[in-house]
């Protein structure tokens, strides 16, 4: 059965950085797509970030597109999403997915229903 706990996140002021951590246990994040979603309350969780093993290319929403990168360390079994010059809308629950075996396989705009696997997520706080 795969885990996610994700890690990171805090309180920071605008302009700052965190660098939130994705570990999974009971299964490998050397494969497969790995996506990165956020939620604020009262709204829909929307999608930020992904990387699939089969391309390598990851995917960025719009409003953070140069500011976070993503990233797998196949050593440590971890996702990274390193997110710079934080601004206050940036403020939510951050959650790391994984998709199934036979999920769709690609990273383009992650959509939560297709990942099957989720971690508790961590809060995030940008002060302004």
């Known amino acids: 059965q795969v885990q996610l706990v994700e890690s990171g996140g805090g309180l920071v002021q605008a302009g700052g950085s965190l660098r939130l951590s994705c570990a999974s246990s009971g299964g490998t994040l050397d494969t497969g797509v790995i996506g990165w979603f956020r939620q604020v309350p009262g709204k829909e969780r929307e999608g930020v970030s992904c990387?699939?093993?089969?391309?390598?290319?990851?995917y960025f929403r719009a409003s953070v597109k140069g500011r976070f990168t993503i990233s797998r360390d196949t050593t440590k079994n971890t996702v990274y999403l390193q997110m710079n010059n934080l601004r206050p809308e940036d403020t939510a629950v951050y959650y790391c997915?994984?998709?199934?075996?036979?999920?769709?396989?690609?990273?383009?705009?992650?959509?939560?229903?297709?990942?099957?696997?989720w971690g508790q997520g961590t809060q995030v706080t940008v002060s302004s």
């Open positions: 990387i699939s093993s089969t391309d390598g290319r990851p």
């Open positions: 997915a994984l998709q199934p075996r036979n999920g769709p396989g690609y990273c383009g705009p992650p959509l939560p229903y297709q990942y099957y696997y």
